[in-house]
Nanobody, 117 residues
Framework: QVYMVESGGGLVQPGGSLRLSCTAS????????IGWYRQGPGKQREFLAS???????NYLDSVKDRFTLTRDNAKNTVYLQMNGLKPEDTAVYYC???????????WGQGTQVTVSS
């Protein structure tokens, strides 16, 4: 079993920055790709970005100029640095770990990000 825990959410002003963390525990040796998703009020969950164990990244076009993913395998943690935040970025942010051996995904509980003046 793998457990994913997000942290770092909060209230920020438009144009501000925030860094989210996602820490995996349990059978972390089985986890390769970790992705970030978000779900805004009244919206469906959408993909934001992902990073493999080797550091290969993939970003949604609308955030690739503002968001940056990094990974610290020693700490089993992935960081999502978000700059130039906009009100439309307001959402619950989730991380997801992938076990490629069994094509299984582990979701975190989510952390709230609110962008407002």
């Amino acid at each position: 079993q793998v457990y994913m825990v997000e942290s770092g959410g909060g209230l920020v002003q438009p144009g501000g920055s925030l860094r989210l963390s996602c820490t995996a525990s349990g059978s972390v040796i089985n986890i390769n790709t970790i992705g970030w998703y978000r779900q805004g009020p009244g919206k469906q969950r959408e993909f934001l970005a992902s990073i493999t164990r080797s550091g290969r990244t993939n970003y949604l076009d609308s955030v690739k100029d503002r968001f940056t993913l990094t990974r610290d395998n020693a700490k089993n943690t992935v960081y999502l640095q978000m700059n130039g935040l906009k009100p439309e970025d307001t959402a619950v942010y989730y991380c997801r770990g992938e076990n490629p051996n069994i094509s299984y995904y582990y979701w975190g509980q989510g952390t709230q990000v609110t962008v407002s003046s």
